[in-house]
């Protein structure tokens, strides 16, 4: 694929969200990706599904491809670079459990009074969070304690992107909603 073909590709998937352009750019593209994350040390998995994240963020952002600041080529490894270095901070970090989310934010300097409230606090956020659905709760976990994107959500519990996307809403709105009646 020369760089103009490349260019052309992404920009069909700007202005049209051309399906075909997409998927020759991807059958082009994402094996070199995995291949280009495996030689910088990668394990193939992790580097499949890189690749797989960095296709999808070529979909969901080919407006902002400029051809006349970068080649496809350069633009497309740099969202591949980008997203390696986001699931490596992710990978980083301890995994929190909601039961000791709140142990994160407190020091050693607090007050009682601050840890009081905190402990109230804490108490009520755990009553509001065990009062959602089953449904609304594993996905507010997955979002907010796992940080997981609402793609990656959607695609490992095999739900339609849009459900994941009102159930989080919904639950939102609901632990908003009781909580502002807690404030009056």
Do not use: C
Request: hydrophobic share 45%.
């Amino acid at each position: 694929m020369t760089p103009d073909e490349a260019a052309d590709l992404v920009e069909a998937i700007a202005a049209r969200q051309d399906r075909a352009a997409f998927a020759q750019l991807f059958r082009y593209w994402a094996p070199r990706i995995k291949a280009f994350l495996m030689r910088g040390g990668s394990d193939a998995e992790i580097a499949q599904e890189v690749a797989q994240e960095a296709m999808i963020r070529v979909w969901r952002k080919a407006a902002s491809f400029d051809r006349r600041r970068a080649s496809a080529a350069t633009w497309i490894y740099a969202i591949a670079r980008n997203k390696r270095i986001d699931l490596a901070r992710r990978a980083s970090r301890p995994a929190i459990e909601t039961d000791d989310w709140l142990a994160v934010f407190a020091t050693e300097e607090e007050d009682a009074d601050k840890s009081v409230l905190a402990g109230q606090t804490y108490s009520r956020v755990k009553e509001l969070l065990d009062d959602l659905s089953a449904e609304q709760l594993l996905v507010i976990r997955k979002a907010f304690f796992e940080d997981k994107t609402h793609s990656a959500i959607a695609h490992e519990l095999g739900l339609p992107l849009g459900t994941v996307k009102s159930r989080i809403r919904l639950a939102l709105s609901r632990l908003r909603e009781r909580l502002e009646k807690d404030v009056r």
